[in-house]
């Protein structure tokens, strides 16, 4: 339970890799902390800290440390820090079996989903193998700076928060069945935290009921994924008290050979007026844009980002033709309402002041526009993008550009934090709730040694154990306690190997 909290790059290679995109905002300024390593000088550092961790075994300095090494490189440090809290917060114990059931049923369904992921990230990387780059060498690991897309600043202070959480959700648990800790821990590589443990007396993990041990399991996946909720609720407090600087849409990407490339349109241009006529936010460019035609020539007014001010002269496209050449159908183009001779400016990523918060926020963003029940349908996938950013961005969770458009709105919370205490927040809960996010999926992965892997086992044994229940009661079959032990440890086992094969060949298949 915590001896393998090793955070793999699953989701950045699975969603990376079925969508075969390249990251297009180029090196983003504001990545704290980011850091460019050479593969081999991570295998010289590596090596250096092994030397070191031997030294310090011989010389029993890891021993008067309550530590030790573990696969190598890896330093298991003790502590007994946090027990006392432990024991406090865990007093309401029927509040936190309560707790534990909801968890389990919540990590069960988002266990068997990630599982189904892994199975079509499999199935569509043996089908239609990546023909983009494969990764760097540092992009293979998770860790906060080796990793150019996880900045060290941010990324350490969430990981070290989340593995916290974790493993005080494990803790929380146990203690409210009964089950004691030992202590609580962290596994190291090098300054770098690589995950956290909660050690429990196994002998009462092993012989506490098939329920509680789930339970148990669960809390920790379970918690993180509960605090990244609870971070996106604050992030979308927090775009309540920003506002944007500007009233005028603003674009961040131009199309090659359409209009605007050919006009000199840049990105981040801001449009100000078309023909003389001011433009006011996303909505009333798009109903301008409904006046005129393809082919039609008009001056559009934009404001650089070096605050420079130009009319360009561009003839417009034609939306319904561009559309066609990328593939969509006709009967596509007529449900989202794109008719031949539509105006098409030949820009993407077109937005108000506020798109930069508004896009972390999502469906929790103040000018999101839609009900309740669209709230729900949609915040699943929102957390899908959430985990997409930084590798779009490189690194960042807004542009530099979007930051320098929000101001803090008239309030409490604007008045007292300013908008560099807004944003500071904003980066983050972010981070926060995107380590959150990662961690708590990546432990539902049903491989040993993960949480998952434990839930698993333990759920098909309680499935054999019902089959057993319902064969002596109806007397058709008398199944052995031993066959249920037998069958559920070969199904953990032949589930681990066959996700750790197909995990191994999304990740390096982009190699071969």
């Given at each position: 339970?915590?001896s393998?909290?090793?955070?793999?790059?699953f989701?950045?290679?699975?969603?990376v890799?079925?969508?075969?995109?390249?990251?297009?905002?180029?090196?983003?300024d504001?990545?704290?902390?980011?850091?460019?390593?050479?593969?081999?000088v991570v295998?010289?550092?590596?090596?250096?800290?092994?030397v070191l961790?031997?030294?310090?075994?011989?010389k029993?300095t890891?021993?008067?440390?309550?530590?030790?090494?573990?696969?190598?490189v890896?330093?298991?440090?003790?502590?007994?820090?946090?027990?006392?809290?432990?024991?406090?917060?865990?007093?309401?114990?029927k509040?936190?079996?309560?707790y534990?059931?909801?968890?389990?049923w919540?990590?069960l369904?988002?266990?068997?989903?990630?599982?189904?992921?892994?199975?079509l990230?499999?199935?569509?990387?043996?089908?239609?193998?990546?023909?983009?780059?494969?990764?760097?060498a540092s992009?293979?690991?998770?860790i906060?700076?080796?990793?150019?897309?996880?900045?060290?600043?941010w990324?350490?202070?969430?990981?070290?928060?989340?593995?916290?959480?974790?493993?005080?959700?494990?803790?929380?648990?146990?203690r409210?069945?009964?089950?004691r800790i030992?202590?609580?821990?962290?596994?190291q590589l090098?300054?770098?935290?690589?995950g956290?443990f909660?050690e429990p007396?196994?002998?009462?993990?092993?012989?506490?009921?098939?329920?509680?041990?789930?339970?148990m399991?669960a809390?920790?996946?379970a918690?993180?994924?509960?605090?990244?909720f609870?971070c996106?609720?604050?992030?979308?407090?927090l775009?309540?008290?920003?506002?944007?600087t500007?009233?005028?849409?603003?674009?961040?990407?131009?199309?090659?050979?359409?209009?605007?490339?050919?006009?000199?349109?840049?990105?981040?241009?801001?449009?100000?007026?078309?023909?003389?006529?001011?433009?006011?936010?996303l909505?009333?460019?798009q109903d301008?844009?409904?006046t005129f035609?393809?082919?039609?020539?008009?001056?559009?007014?934009?404001?650089?980002?070096?605050?420079?001010?130009?009319?360009?002269?561009?003839?417009l496209?034609?939306?319904?033709q561009?559309?066609?050449?990328?593939?969509?159908?006709?009967?596509?183009?007529?449900?989202?309402?794109?008719s031949?001779?539509d105006a098409?400016?030949?820009?993407?990523?077109?937005?108000?002041?506020?798109?930069?918060?508004?896009?972390?926020?999502?469906p929790?963003?103040?000018?999101?526009?839609?009900?309740?029940l669209?709230?729900t349908?949609?915040?699943?996938?929102?957390v899908?993008?959430l985990m997409?950013?930084?590798?779009e961005?490189?690194g960042?969770?807004?542009?530099?550009?979007e930051?320098?458009?929000l101001a803090?709105?008239?309030g409490?919370?604007?008045?007292?934090l300013?908008?560099?205490?807004?944003?500071?927040?904003?980066?983050?809960l972010?981070?926060?709730?995107w380590?959150?996010?990662?961690?708590g999926?990546?432990?539902?992965i049903?491989?040993v040694?993960?949480?998952?892997g434990?839930?698993f086992?333990?759920?098909v044994?309680?499935?054999?154990?019902?089959v057993?229940r319902?064969?002596?009661?109806?007397?058709?079959?008398?199944i052995?306690?031993?066959w249920?032990?037998?069958?559920?440890?070969k199904?953990?086992s032949?589930?681990?190997?066959?996700?750790?094969?197909?995990?191994?060949?999304?990740l390096?298949?982009?190699?071969i």
């Open positions: 339970m915590g393998c909290r090793s955070i793999i790059n989701v950045h290679q699975t969603l890799k079925i969508q075969g995109e390249e990251a297009s905002a180029g090196t983003m504001g990545a704290w902390g980011s850091v460019q390593a050479d593969w081999r295998l010289l550092l590596i090596l250096a800290w092994y961790l031997r030294s310090w075994e011989r029993g890891l021993d008067r440390w309550n530590a030790t090494r573990v696969f190598g890896i330093l298991m440090v003790r502590s007994q820090y946090g027990l006392g809290a432990l024991e406090k917060a865990s007093k309401p114990r509040f936190w079996r309560i534990g059931e909801i968890s389990l919540v990590c369904f988002s266990m068997f989903l990630v599982a189904a992921t892994m199975l990230a499999f199935v569509t990387a043996l089908l239609t193998p990546p023909t983009a780059n494969p990764p760097s992009e293979m690991v998770a906060p700076g080796l990793n150019p897309m996880i900045p060290l600043g990324g350490a202070m969430a990981f070290i928060i989340a593995l916290v959480i974790h493993e005080f959700g494990h803790g929380l648990l146990a409210a069945h009964g089950m030992r202590s609580f821990g962290l596994l090098g300054p770098l935290p690589l956290a909660a007396q196994y002998q009462e993990l092993h012989k506490a009921p098939r329920k509680e041990r789930m339970r399991f809390a920790g996946p918690t993180n994924l509960f605090a990244a609870v996106l609720m604050l992030l979308g407090g775009a309540g008290n920003l506002t944007s500007t009233e005028h849409p603003h674009v961040s990407g131009i199309i090659k050979d359409a209009g605007a490339d050919q006009a000199g349109m840049q990105p981040w241009d801001t449009i100000v007026s078309i023909n003389g006529d001011e433009v006011v936010g909505r009333g460019f301008m844009m409904k035609s393809a082919n039609q020539s008009i001056t559009v007014n934009v404001l650089h980002e070096d605050g420079t001010q130009e009319d360009l002269t561009l003839v496209s034609d939306k319904h561009y559309y066609l050449d990328l593939g969509w159908t006709e009967e596509n183009l007529e449900l989202f309402g794109i031949p001779g098409f400016v030949g820009v993407e990523g077109l937005g108000d002041g506020t798109s930069g918060i508004d896009r972390i926020a999502g929790f963003s103040p000018r999101f526009e839609g009900g309740i669209t709230k349908i949609y915040t699943p996938f929102h899908l993008n997409i950013i930084p590798f961005l490189q960042v969770s807004m542009y530099p550009v930051e320098s458009m803090p709105a008239d409490f919370i604007g008045n007292t300013g908008i560099s205490g807004i944003l500071f927040f904003v980066n983050f972010f981070w926060l709730m380590v959150n996010i990662l961690l999926f990546t432990n539902l049903p491989m040694p993960f949480d998952g434990h839930l086992k333990d759920w044994k309680g499935s054999l154990d019902r057993k319902i064969g002596r009661k109806t007397k058709m079959w008398n052995h306690p031993m249920v032990d037998h069958i559920s440890n199904a953990s032949f589930s681990s190997l066959m996700l750790f094969v197909m995990l191994m060949f999304v390096f298949i982009p190699y």
